[in-house]
Protein backbone atom coordinates (compact mmCIF):
# COMPACT_ATOMS: atom_id res chain seq x y z
CA UNK A 1 0.00 0.00 0.00
CA UNK A 2 0.87 3.83 0.05
CA UNK A 3 0.53 6.28 2.61
CA UNK A 4 -2.78 7.57 2.82
CA UNK A 5 -2.98 10.79 0.70
CA UNK A 6 -4.77 12.47 4.11
CA UNK A 7 -6.86 15.90 4.13
CA UNK A 8 -5.29 18.51 1.42
CA UNK A 9 -6.18 21.27 -0.02
CA UNK A 10 -5.83 22.28 -4.17
CA UNK A 11 -6.08 24.75 -6.24
CA UNK A 12 -8.20 24.03 -8.79
CA UNK A 13 -6.83 27.24 -10.44
CA UNK A 14 -3.55 25.10 -11.62
CA UNK A 15 -2.97 22.23 -13.56
CA UNK A 16 -0.60 20.99 -11.15
CA UNK A 17 -3.46 21.00 -8.32
CA UNK A 18 -5.78 19.28 -10.67
CA UNK A 19 -3.57 16.16 -10.89
CA UNK A 20 -2.01 16.18 -7.33
CA UNK A 21 -6.05 16.06 -6.43
CA UNK A 22 -6.48 12.99 -9.20
CA UNK A 23 -3.23 11.28 -7.90
CA UNK A 24 -4.41 11.55 -3.61
CA UNK A 25 -7.90 9.80 -5.18
CA UNK A 26 -6.50 7.03 -7.05
CA UNK A 27 -4.11 6.23 -4.14
CA UNK A 28 -6.94 6.20 -2.17
CA UNK A 29 -8.58 4.17 -4.59
CA UNK A 30 -5.44 1.65 -4.58
CA UNK A 31 -5.04 1.76 -0.90
CA UNK A 32 -8.91 0.23 -0.77
CA UNK A 33 -8.30 -2.23 -3.62
CA UNK A 34 -5.01 -3.32 -1.65
CA UNK A 35 -7.35 -4.22 1.43
CA UNK A 36 -9.62 -6.41 -0.15
CA UNK A 37 -6.85 -8.40 -1.84
CA UNK A 38 -5.26 -9.02 1.44
CA UNK A 39 -8.65 -9.89 3.32
CA UNK A 40 -9.69 -12.27 0.13
CA UNK A 41 -6.15 -14.03 0.64
CA UNK A 42 -6.33 -14.47 4.87
CA UNK A 43 -9.82 -16.08 4.00
CA UNK A 44 -8.88 -18.38 1.28
CA UNK A 45 -5.68 -19.42 3.21
CA UNK A 46 -8.11 -19.97 6.08
CA UNK A 47 -9.98 -22.36 4.07
CA UNK A 48 -6.29 -24.11 2.59
CA UNK A 49 -5.22 -24.73 5.80
CA UNK A 50 -7.81 -26.48 7.20
CA UNK A 51 -6.39 -29.15 4.60
CA UNK A 52 -8.08 -30.06 1.09
CA UNK A 53 -6.32 -33.52 0.03
CA UNK A 54 -6.99 -33.01 -3.29
CA UNK A 55 -3.04 -33.71 -4.52
CA UNK A 56 -3.82 -36.99 -5.79
CA UNK A 57 -7.18 -35.78 -7.56
CA UNK A 58 -7.60 -39.26 -9.56
CA UNK A 59 -6.87 -42.88 -9.12
CA UNK A 60 -7.53 -46.26 -10.77
CA UNK A 61 -9.76 -48.69 -8.78
CA UNK A 62 -10.83 -52.03 -10.37
CA UNK A 63 -10.21 -50.85 -13.72
CA UNK A 64 -12.09 -47.52 -12.90
CA UNK A 65 -10.71 -43.92 -12.48
CA UNK A 66 -12.01 -42.39 -8.72
CA UNK A 67 -11.75 -39.02 -8.37
CA UNK A 68 -10.62 -37.28 -5.42
CA UNK A 69 -10.14 -40.74 -3.25
CA UNK A 70 -9.08 -38.72 0.28
CA UNK A 71 -11.39 -35.72 -0.32
CA UNK A 72 -14.25 -36.49 2.86
CA UNK A 73 -17.56 -33.95 3.30
CA UNK A 74 -15.72 -31.57 5.06
CA UNK A 75 -13.23 -30.98 2.82
CA UNK A 76 -15.72 -30.66 -0.04
CA UNK A 77 -16.42 -27.46 1.65
CA UNK A 78 -13.33 -26.19 2.75
CA UNK A 79 -12.54 -26.49 -1.25
CA UNK A 80 -15.87 -24.54 -2.01
CA UNK A 81 -14.93 -21.47 -0.14
CA UNK A 82 -11.30 -21.60 -0.87
CA UNK A 83 -12.57 -21.81 -4.57
CA UNK A 84 -14.64 -19.12 -4.13
CA UNK A 85 -12.20 -17.00 -2.34
CA UNK A 86 -9.58 -17.87 -4.95
CA UNK A 87 -11.73 -16.86 -8.08
CA UNK A 88 -12.32 -13.48 -6.76
CA UNK A 89 -8.39 -13.07 -6.04
CA UNK A 90 -7.09 -13.26 -9.03
CA UNK A 91 -9.44 -10.60 -10.41
CA UNK A 92 -8.58 -8.52 -7.78
CA UNK A 93 -5.28 -9.37 -8.23
CA UNK A 94 -5.52 -7.68 -12.03
CA UNK A 95 -7.44 -4.53 -11.02
CA UNK A 96 -4.77 -3.51 -8.37
CA UNK A 97 -2.47 -3.77 -11.53
CA UNK A 98 -5.06 -1.63 -13.30
CA UNK A 99 -4.54 1.10 -10.50
CA UNK A 100 -0.80 0.93 -10.72
CA UNK A 101 -0.75 1.95 -14.12
CA UNK A 102 -3.72 4.86 -13.97
CA UNK A 103 -1.03 6.07 -10.97
CA UNK A 104 1.72 6.06 -13.62
CA UNK A 105 -0.27 7.48 -16.22
CA UNK A 106 -1.58 10.71 -14.39
CA UNK A 107 1.79 10.72 -12.34
CA UNK A 108 3.43 11.44 -16.02
CA UNK A 109 0.80 13.02 -17.20
CA UNK A 110 0.61 10.63 -20.27
CA UNK A 111 -3.09 11.38 -20.72
CA UNK A 112 -3.85 7.91 -21.79
CA UNK A 113 -7.77 7.09 -21.42
CA UNK A 114 -8.81 3.90 -19.93
CA UNK A 115 -9.50 1.86 -22.72
CA UNK A 116 -8.39 -1.72 -24.35
CA UNK A 117 -4.85 -2.12 -24.31
CA UNK A 118 -4.47 0.68 -21.54
CA UNK A 119 -1.56 -1.43 -19.90
CA UNK A 120 0.52 -1.59 -22.94
CA UNK A 121 0.25 1.71 -23.95
CA UNK A 122 0.91 3.46 -20.81
CA UNK A 123 4.10 0.90 -20.82
CA UNK A 124 5.09 2.21 -24.21
CA UNK A 125 4.96 5.31 -23.09
CA UNK A 126 6.58 4.97 -19.95
CA UNK A 127 9.84 3.21 -22.28
CA UNK A 128 10.50 6.94 -23.09
CA UNK A 129 9.65 8.87 -20.26
CA UNK A 130 11.40 6.54 -17.78
CA UNK A 131 13.62 3.76 -18.75
CA UNK A 132 14.50 2.40 -15.59
CA UNK A 133 11.11 2.12 -13.77
CA UNK A 134 10.19 0.79 -17.39
CA UNK A 135 13.05 -2.15 -17.27
CA UNK A 136 12.01 -3.03 -13.78
CA UNK A 137 7.93 -3.62 -14.12
CA UNK A 138 8.51 -5.37 -17.81
CA UNK A 139 10.69 -7.64 -15.72
CA UNK A 140 7.99 -8.21 -13.22
CA UNK A 141 5.17 -8.27 -16.12
CA UNK A 142 7.07 -11.21 -17.96
CA UNK A 143 7.83 -13.31 -15.06
CA UNK A 144 6.97 -16.35 -14.46
CA UNK A 145 4.49 -15.85 -11.58
CA UNK A 146 2.37 -12.79 -13.48
CA UNK A 147 2.06 -15.33 -16.44
CA UNK A 148 0.19 -17.99 -14.45
CA UNK A 149 -1.74 -15.37 -12.78
CA UNK A 150 -3.03 -14.05 -15.66
CA UNK A 151 -3.83 -17.32 -17.72
CA UNK A 152 -5.42 -18.44 -14.38
CA UNK A 153 -7.62 -15.37 -14.45
CA UNK A 154 -8.61 -15.77 -17.68
CA UNK A 155 -9.06 -19.63 -17.43
CA UNK A 156 -11.12 -18.36 -14.28
CA UNK A 157 -13.43 -15.94 -15.93
CA UNK A 158 -13.61 -17.49 -20.00
CA UNK A 159 -12.57 -20.85 -19.99
CA UNK A 160 -13.31 -24.10 -18.00
CA UNK A 161 -11.89 -23.04 -14.42
CA UNK A 162 -8.78 -24.83 -13.71
CA UNK A 163 -9.80 -25.84 -10.24
CA UNK A 164 -11.89 -28.23 -11.85
CA UNK A 165 -11.77 -31.56 -13.41
CA UNK A 166 -12.55 -30.69 -17.37
CA UNK A 167 -13.73 -32.87 -19.34
CA UNK A 168 -10.30 -33.68 -21.27
CA UNK A 169 -11.48 -33.26 -24.87
CA UNK A 170 -9.22 -31.47 -27.65
CA UNK A 171 -10.18 -30.08 -30.66
CA UNK A 172 -7.94 -29.48 -33.83
CA UNK A 173 -7.82 -28.79 -37.40
CA UNK A 174 -6.10 -31.03 -40.31
CA UNK A 175 -7.24 -29.87 -43.34
CA UNK A 176 -11.05 -30.44 -43.60
CA UNK A 177 -10.99 -32.43 -41.06
CA UNK A 178 -12.28 -32.39 -37.20
CA UNK A 179 -10.12 -34.34 -34.72
CA UNK A 180 -11.46 -34.79 -31.48
CA UNK A 181 -9.41 -36.97 -29.12
CA UNK A 182 -10.56 -36.98 -25.32
CA UNK A 183 -8.33 -37.60 -22.00
CA UNK A 184 -8.80 -38.27 -18.39
CA UNK A 185 -9.25 -34.35 -18.04
CA UNK A 186 -7.04 -31.42 -16.44
CA UNK A 187 -6.90 -30.28 -12.78
CA UNK A 188 -5.08 -28.00 -11.15
CA UNK A 189 -4.88 -29.01 -6.99
CA UNK A 190 -5.26 -26.28 -4.70
CA UNK A 191 -1.36 -26.45 -3.68
CA UNK A 192 -0.09 -25.02 -7.29
CA UNK A 193 -2.29 -22.33 -6.95
CA UNK A 194 -1.77 -21.10 -3.05
CA UNK A 195 1.83 -21.17 -4.39
CA UNK A 196 0.90 -18.83 -7.11
CA UNK A 197 -0.58 -17.10 -4.80
CA UNK A 198 1.41 -15.70 -2.58
CA UNK A 199 3.95 -15.85 -5.36
CA UNK A 200 1.33 -13.21 -6.64
CA UNK A 201 1.51 -10.96 -3.34
CA UNK A 202 5.74 -10.59 -3.27
CA UNK A 203 5.03 -9.96 -7.23
CA UNK A 204 2.79 -6.92 -6.26
CA UNK A 205 5.21 -5.28 -3.36
CA UNK A 206 7.99 -5.79 -6.03
CA UNK A 207 5.84 -3.66 -8.32
CA UNK A 208 5.05 -1.29 -5.64
CA UNK A 209 8.26 -0.63 -4.34
CA UNK A 210 9.20 0.00 -7.60
CA UNK A 211 7.27 3.04 -7.74
CA UNK A 212 5.99 4.09 -4.44
CA UNK A 213 8.78 6.80 -3.91
CA UNK A 214 8.30 8.48 -7.64
CA UNK A 215 4.37 8.23 -6.98
CA UNK A 216 4.33 9.62 -3.14
CA UNK A 217 7.03 12.59 -3.56
CA UNK A 218 5.00 13.96 -6.15
CA UNK A 219 1.57 13.86 -4.27
CA UNK A 220 3.29 15.38 -1.07
Not at 26 to 45: R, T
Not at 138 to 163: F, G, I, M, W
Amino acid sequence: MFEEAGKKSYSVMSSEGITAMNLSYWINEHNNKAFDLINNYILLKHYFDKGIPDEEWVIEDNGKYKFFPHMEEKHDAYKYWFDFYMDSFYKRFATLIDTVCHLINIKYGFGIQPASGFRQNVMKKMRTEDETLFKTLKVCLKSRTYKQAERLRNDLTHNYRPNFVDAGIKERREGDKLIISGSLGHYTPTTELITNIEATIDLLADIIDAIRFKIQTESE
